[in-house]
């Protein structure tokens, strides 16, 4: 059979185009596509929940020069234990990049005969008098997280952040009545690791908090929070959380004292945008 030298000619063409296109087919490797987990898609994210914790707290308050009784309010006031809503509020400009707030408003209140005589704030308070005791925490975070390592399993990141601790306590009795108030913003450092057990489920564990030393033995503080939770995410927007929280806040201010440790469980959900 006789090649016609035009087909020659395109057939010396098409193998030219060929021989070098093998090689680059072989070496190309399709780009992986993320594949994030339900729940990691969002620019705002908001939750609201109760804890229902349990309460160790004791404080202390002195004023013109007579030192306070160490009062721990459940013996000797007869607070019980409570539960309180919580609100969180994320905001996320970026995949790695949070800012976090947190409120968590904490309030006691119980009357209750005392079984001792204990002093506060100055004042004398018998044994075998009625007291009335108000107890208000108010427990801020405003925070930023920085995810440094992000993948679709999940993340590990640290974070920076101020807690605002306003404490406010009131006895009240027939005869006297006297208040003490604690407050200021104290910065914290710490960590956080949520990992995807499935695609729509993850355990979140977060810890942060700050060790002030002792200053001339008149100024002292600390304040550790330990959070983890589940998340179960029904869509992208919509999930539910469960989970366990530890609060221990202790303080020295000159001579006024306070010891904070209330942990226990919690649940909410969460809406995302």
Same mark, same amino acid.
């Given at each position: 059979?006789?090649?016609?030298?035009?087909?020659?000619?395109?057939?010396?063409?098409?193998?030219?185009?060929?021989?070098?296109?093998?090689?680059?087919?072989?070496?190309?490797?399709?780009?992986?596509?993320?594949?994030?987990?339900?729940?990691?898609?969002?620019?705002?994210?908001?939750?609201?929940?109760?804890?229902?914790?349990?309460?160790?707290?004791?404080?202390?308050?002195?004023?013109?020069?007579?030192?306070?009784?160490?009062?721990?309010?459940?013996?000797?006031?007869?607070?019980?234990?409570?539960?309180?809503?919580?609100?969180?509020?994320?905001?996320?400009?970026?995949?790695?990049?949070?800012?976090?707030?947190?409120?968590?408003?904490?309030?006691?209140?119980?009357?209750?005969?005392?079984?001792?005589?204990?002093?506060?704030?100055?004042?004398?308070?018998?044994?075998?008098?009625?007291?009335?005791?108000?107890?208000?925490?108010?427990?801020?975070?405003?925070?930023?997280?920085?995810?440094?390592?992000?993948? $679709?399993?999940?993340?590990?990141?640290?974070?920076?952040? %101020?807690? +605002? =601790?306003?404490? #406010?306590?009131?006895? &009240?009795?027939? @005869?006297?009545?006297?208040?003490?108030?604690?407050?200021?913003?104290?910065?914290?450092?710490?960590?956080?690791?949520?990992?995807?057990?499935?695609?729509?489920?993850?355990?979140?564990?977060?810890?942060?908090?700050? $060790?002030?030393?002792?200053?001339?033995?008149?100024?002292? %503080?600390? +304040? =550790?929070?330990? #959070?983890?939770?589940? &998340?179960?995410? @029904?869509?992208?927007?919509?999930?539910?959380?469960?989970?366990?929280?530890?609060?221990?806040?202790?303080?020295?201010?000159?001579?006024?004292?306070?010891?904070?440790?209330?942990?226990?469980?919690?649940?909410?959900?969460?809406?995302?945008?």
């Amino acid at each position: 059979m006789v090649i016609k030298p035009a087909l020659r000619l395109y057939a010396c063409l098409l193998l030219t185009l060929l021989v070098p296109a093998g090689p680059a087919l072989a070496q190309y490797t399709p780009r992986s596509v993320s594949n994030p987990a339900i729940g990691e898609t969002y620019h705002v994210e908001g939750a609201i929940g109760f804890w229902f914790p349990t309460a160790d707290i004791t404080i202390s308050s002195e004023s013109l020069g007579i030192p306070g009784t160490d009062i721990d309010v459940k013996k000797d006031l007869g607070i019980v234990d409570q539960n309180f809503p919580e609100f969180h509020l994320t905001l996320r400009p970026g995949r790695k990049h949070k800012f976090r707030f947190q409120l968590i408003p904490l309030s006691y209140n119980a009357q209750h005969t005392l079984t001792r005589t204990i002093v506060f704030n100055g004042q004398e308070y018998t044994i075998g008098i009625p007291v009335k005791s108000d107890l208000e925490w108010k427990a801020w975070r405003f925070g930023y997280e920085y995810d440094f390592i992000y993948r $679709d399993w999940g993340f590990v990141g640290f974070i920076l952040e %101020a807690k +605002y =601790t306003d404490v #406010n306590a009131t006895l &009240t009795s027939p @005869f006297v009545s006297e208040y003490a108030r604690a407050q200021g913003p104290i910065p914290a450092a710490g960590g956080i690791v949520r990992v995807y057990v499935v695609r729509n489920v993850s355990v979140t564990g977060e810890l942060s908090g700050i $060790d002030i030393p002792t200053i001339q033995d008149k100024y002292q %503080a600390h +304040y =550790t929070e330990l #959070n983890i939770y589940g &998340t179960w995410n @029904f869509i992208n927007n919509v999930g539910a959380q469960f989970g366990y929280r530890l609060l221990n806040v202790g303080y020295m201010f000159k001579e006024d004292t306070g010891s904070f440790i209330v942990d226990g469980l919690h649940f909410g959900v969460v809406a995302r945008f």
